[in-house]
């Protein structure tokens, strides 16, 4: 949906929300017109900042480097872009871990092993 919003969007080179006069709204204008949008039936709660950690995250899932973060976002520091950069690792570690751990538990067996048990490996212990 908002690929689609920003595709019939008027840019004006970097600049994609501009004012009724075609320019490009300051950082008070816009907070007023985010509040505006709102009242109109933006989900009530909905900010600039959660838009732009939305943004951020997003970035972040898609492996964009902690300097693009920082680009995009418009920050200095890198702490923030650190941030959602070790979130977005931690999550996708965690998604893959038990990707695996599906794998091997609903695996199938291969032809001569036992069902339902794991083959053994080379050199592993036999308990008992």
């Keep these: 949906m908002l690929a689609e919003i920003l595709d019939a969007a008027d840019k004006r080179g970097e600049t994609v929300l501009v004012t009724a006069y075609g320019q490009p709204f300051s950082a008070k204008s816009l907070t007023g017109m985010m509040a505006h949008w709102c009242k109109l039936g933006l989900p009530k709660g909905l900010t600039l900042h959660g838009l732009r950690k939305s943004l951020g995250v997003?970035?972040?899932e898609a492996e964009?480097?902690?300097?693009?973060?920082m680009d995009v976002l418009g920050r200095d520091d890198i702490d923030h872009?650190?941030?959602y950069s070790r979130e977005a690792?931690?999550?996708r570690?965690?998604?893959q871990g038990m990707d695996r751990l599906a794998r091997l538990v609903t695996r199938k067996p291969l032809l001569g092993e036992p069902f339902g048990e794991p083959p053994l490996r080379p050199n592993a212990r036999i308990p008992g």
Excluded: G, I, K, N
């Excluded at 964009?64 to 973060?69: E, G, P, Y």
């Design 58 to 60: 997003y970035l972040a």
């Design 64 to 69: 964009a480097s902690t300097r693009q973060l």
């Design 81 to 83: 872009a650190e941030l």
């Design 89 to 91: 690792s931690q999550v």
């Design 93 to 95: 570690l965690a998604v």
